[in-house]
């Protein structure tokens, strides 16, 4: 059973940082491309960062110089961390693991971010 599961979600202030970790389970980790995504009510899914088994990462424009991705393939986690938050930020942030063989990829259940003004 492919498994990823979210943390590190909550409340913060505005100009405060946050650091979410996504830990994957019945996939070996190494082998996917893993991606945060996120989606705030009444928006689309967008992209916030992915990162290759290799460690080479792509951002959203929005989160450019704020948000650094990372993997520990060993650990079978992928983690982001996103400092001076802004409102626009707040959405439910989600891992994703993809590959070539499933590119539609794995996805976890979310975990809320909200930062207040």
């Known amino acids: 059973q492919v498994q990823l599961v979210e943390s590190g979600g909550g409340l913060v202030q505005s100009g405060g940082s946050l650091r979410l970790s996504c830990a994957g389970s019945?996939?070996?980790?190494?082998?996917?491309?893993m991606g945060w995504y996120r989606q705030a009510p009444g928006k689309q899914r967008e992209l916030v960062a992915r990162?290759?088994?290799?460690?080479?990462?792509n951002y959203g424009d929005s989160v450019k110089g704020r948000f650094t991705v990372s993997r520990d393939n060993a650990k079978n986690t992928v983690d982001l961390q996103m400092n001076s938050l802004k409102p626009e930020d707040t959405a439910v942030y989600y891992c994703?693991?993809?590959?070539?063989?499933?590119?539609?990829?794995?996805w976890g259940p979310g975990t809320q971010v909200t930062v207040s003004s």
């Open positions: 019945g996939i070996i980790f190494s082998s996917y491309v």
């Open positions: 990162i290759t088994s290799g460690g080479y990462t």
């Open positions: 994703k693991a993809s590959s070539p063989r499933i590119p539609a990829g794995y």
